[in-house]
């Protein structure tokens, strides 16, 4: 903590007014906030998460401020460049990107409610805090700069047109409108897992159809044995889950024949062209981490690999990984991109 103690002079207003409204009822296993009170219960409820914040905003682990730039500047452009209505994603993730504070106030609720409820003390509730903070900002930061890097990397290919993929009456993928973006959704079907969108990149001059997987989500690609019935409700669509994504990609020479990236049913796998993964440093230096993005490599077996790119542009040891994944430490470094997009189209 800092040495400033804002959060408790804010949490002694929010405790004196609780006190001065006997109907304010905050019990362990009831809570009662009657309507005419409860916009300045409120009020100040949300004070003490925000001077929370701020006193802890100084020692987060991350640096949310330069994600924030990064990722709004990205944001703007590809929505500039692909006239998108607006980038859609998490609201957690959304409200972490473009306003850290904000979205980190999001963090204290539950815990808050406890400390007024009596489940916890103060100094338990300050100690959790604290953790919650750390640990959620590194969280949200790696989210945030999987995104981030999705599309830097979309703006490193320079493309000048963008399709969303959806099925046409024999589930078939066919390209239709793109208004906005939206890691992770697709076309509803049980079992058949498409690109997301694609993109015409006149960098390579191909089409990319890419595919924001969950990193969780690829084991299901590679199905061992066949379901005994087809699957009816299970979707592909994961644009809502708050969580790691790979990204996918297929090099086209042209928008005839969309690919399907798997059909879990008939256990069917099209491999892709190129792969995206992100790790943090300290990750990085884990084999554990690297035995993942591997395993990922093995499974999907890309053409051309799999770009395992740093979140520190300073990182200075020797890079190692396992054959046909190239590590890159990028940070938030556009030249490191364009340099794998370099070495991507020698390799193409």
Known sequence: ??????????????????????????????VSIPEDLRDEFYNRFDAVRRALVE???????????????????????IIDTLRLDRIRMPTDLYSFLHNPNEGL??????SLFDVLQGKI???EFENNAVNDLQSSSAHLFRLGYEWWAALALIKQLDPDEAFAVDFDAEYKPILCELKELCFGRQAHHPTLRIPEFVIHSRRIDRYVAIKMALAREIDSFVVRFKPPV??????????????SRVMVMFFLPSTEKIPVLADIYECTLHNPDWM??????????????????ERHLNL????LGTCLLLFNDEYEEELRTPENIKPVAAGFSQAKLRTAIDELIMEA
């Open 121 to 123: 003390g103060v100094n």
């Open 105 to 110: 106030i999001r963090v204290l609720y539950n």
């Open 276 to 293: 995206v993964e992100c790790l943090t440093v300290n990750e990085y230096t884990e084999a554990s981490a690297l035995d993942e993005v």
């Open 55 to 77: 006193d802890c905003f100084d020692t987060l682990p991350v640096d949310v401020e330069a994600l924030r730039d990064h990722f709004i500047q990205a944001e703007k452009e």
């Open 230 to 243: 087809r699957p009816k409700k299970k979707t592909g669509d994961t644009s809502s889950a708050l969580d």
């Open 300 to 303: 999907l077996e890309p053409k």
């Open 1 to 30: 903590m800092t040495s400033s103690m804002s959060w408790k002079r804010q949490y002694k207003l929010l405790s004196d007014f609780i006190s001065e409204n006997p109907e304010i009822v905050l019990e362990k296993s009831e």
